[in-house]
């Protein structure tokens, strides 16, 4: 069972007046079906927000662009997410999803994040409901008041969305670099975490999406990783791990296990991402 799309809505709009308490957490029972959902929609949105900064530096070579301050690049990450994923409007689970993404953010305890290069939780959900209004807003105009007054989000998403299509989609026809996926071993007791994952398949959804659109120069990798001891434990990231020569670079996607584990385990409290 999804969170229906009522529920989200009701559970968004409540996360906007007040931000989410405690107390509220503390009724929720973790890792209850609900959660599940909640966690994959908000896992969802950001493993296809590490694949645009991944499509960012190999395809338009952006993340060494000096006129791109870290900010920008972390915008157009989370923009890219959105239009990868908007959902048509007769697809629940891909709006529930998008919805989970946007509600998630308003959950962050914002006390917890470091060093956080990205804009605040708020405005990276406000934005995700701005552009799933704008994609459709005749489908979509419940969330038309959920949209900042001041923008125009329907331009938005279309000015976005050509930018994607004529700079980075490929149309040849061919087929670029196989992006390669790996499940790593999920030492520490992530073995539910893995399974979640995998059975989620948003690493396979995001490898065809990719490939299927785009034409990848380089080779890629998604993995699926334990991260404890490592410099960033509950983090997504993208690294470009350097080859001999420059188109010998080996894009690389991680998606931490540690991270999954804690969103399953508190709901989305303690939230950090970061990149590269
Ligand atoms: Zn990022």
């Given amino acids: 069972m999804r969170v229906s799309i009522v529920t989200a809505c ?25 959660t599940q959902a909640f966690v994959r929609g908000f896992v969802r949105f950001l493993a296809y927000h590490e694949a645009g900064h991944m499509l960012m530096g190999q395809i338009a070579d952006m993340n060494r662009d000096p006129d791109w301050t870290n900010s920008d690049r972390e915008d157009y990450a989370d923009r890219f997410a959105m239009i990868l994923l908007a959902p048509d409007a007769g697809d629940p689970d891909g709006v529930d999803e998008i919805i989970s993404a946007a509600a998630g953010w308003l959950q962050v305890d914002s006390s917890i994040i470091r060093n956080e290069p990205h804009a605040p939780a708020s405005f990276r959900a406000q934005e995700i409901l701005c552009l799933l209004y704008g994609s459709d807003p005749d489908s979509f105009a419940e969330f038309a008041e959920l949209a900042p007054s001041d923008r125009d989000c329907a331009a938005d998403y279309q000015a976005i969305e050509a930018d994607i299509n004529e700079v980075f989609k490929d149309y040849s026809g061919e087929t670029g670099q196989e992006i390669r996926i790996v499940y790593g071993p999920p030492n520490g007791g992530m073995q539910p975490a893995r399974d979640f994952l995998f059975e989620s398949g948003v690493m396979e959804d995001l490898k065809a999406d990719i490939e299927f659109d785009f034409y990848l120069t380089h080779p890629t990798t998604i993995q699926a990783v ?30 931490c296990y540690e991270m999954i584990d804690e969103r399953l385990k508190y709901g989305m409290r303690g939230f950090e991402e970061s990149e590269e």
């Fill in 10 to 34: 009701v559970l968004f709009v409540f996360s906007i007046v007040t931000p989410v308490s405690g107390a509220l957490r503390a009724q929720a029972e973790p890792n209850d079906e609900e």
């Fill in 226 to 255: 334990s991260c404890q001891g490592k410099a960033k434990p509950d983090t997504f990231y993208t690294d470009r791990v350097r080859g001999a020569t420059p188109d010998q670079d080996h894009f690389v996607i991680s998606l």
